[in-house]
């Protein structure tokens, strides 16, 4: 390696530290404001609705991303053809917007299915475009790539601004809804960003179903094994909201 291309990386090297170190500041800071921001406004019933919503989204994601976006990355760091990149990317982001459609379809069925949940359903829907937006993501292709600097400083831009619109629009009770947007509606915005990014650098193309087929088969380990993690990730959630109301969920997730 020239002297010239060692510098160069070493540039990159501390770029990149340097934006990681500002980005995990952020994800400390900005949740942080936000809770605290949001329970003052909403209070802690409306804050629990809220907080209750966001989590039945979070919670249908694995379902979603599966295990696609491993096996794309396992791929794609062995690649050097952008043609190749792209095919993967076409058939990762096709199978996840079907996974997206059949899951919102069920979510939708479990909040008829339990009354309780009617409170939801308002919020739920008006995230549902966050589960197709998980579902083109790009950020397995960017960390295939060596390029997760995109997907940092397109983090950090988002939460700035989602905490900034938080500041300025959320008030009260009435603002329940642009609390649930501004707060969990950039995450959306961050997949839209990483997917445009990356469709500008590869030619995304409509897989065959015979490549779908063979690309859920071999992602079904990963799938069910993010599927079983999620069950060990806050699912006293559930217990709660079915054993108590909104002001426990409230007080609990604000906690």
């Given at each position: ?69 491993t096996l794309g990355l396992l791929r794609i760091g062995k690649l050097s053809d952008k043609r190749e990149v792209g095919r993967i990317v076409g058939q990762v982001s096709f ?57 940092i400083i397109i983090s950090i831009v988002f939460k700035v601004i989602s905490l900034a619109s938080i500041v300025a629009f959320v008030h009260d009770q009435d603002d329940l ?54 069950f060990s990730d806050r699912m006293e959630l559930f217990v709660i909201e079915s054993m108590s109301d909104h002001s426990s969920l409230g007080f609990y997730t604000g906690a």
């Amino acid at each position: 390696m020239s002297a010239g291309a060692e510098e160069v990386n070493k540039v990159r090297l501390r770029f990149n530290l340097s934006l990681t170190i500002i980005s995990e500041i952020l994800n400390k800071i900005v949740p942080f404001f936000i809770m605290y921001i949001g329970q003052r406004a909403l209070g802690v019933e409306g804050f629990g609705i809220a907080n209750f919503s966001i989590y039945l989204i979070d919670a249908a994601l694995p379902f979603i991303v599966f295990g696609y976006s491993t096996l794309g990355l396992l791929r794609i760091g062995k690649l050097s053809d952008k043609r190749e990149v792209g095919r993967i990317v076409g058939q990762v982001s096709f199978l996840r917007i079907i996974h997206a459609a059949a899951i919102l379809i069920v979510l939708n069925i479990i909040i008829s299915v339990y009354p309780g949940y009617s409170e939801y359903r308002m919020l739920v829907n008006v995230l549902a475009f966050t589960l197709f937006t998980a579902a083109i993501e790009t950020v397995y292709v960017l960390s295939g790539t060596q390029r997760l600097d995109v997907y940092i400083i397109i983090s950090i831009v988002f939460k700035v601004i989602s905490l900034a619109s938080i500041v300025a629009f959320v008030h009260d009770q009435d603002d329940l809804l642009l609390y649930v947007l501004f707060s969990y509606g950039f995450n959306g915005l961050i997949g839209l960003a990483t997917f445009i990014y990356v469709r500008k650098q590869y030619d995304i193309r409509l897989p065959s179903w015979s490549d779908m087929q063979s690309l859920f088969v071999k992602a079904l380990p990963f799938g069910v094994c993010s599927i079983l993690l999620m069950f060990s990730d806050r699912m006293e959630l559930f217990v709660i909201e079915s054993m108590s109301d909104h002001s426990s969920l409230g007080f609990y997730t604000g906690a």
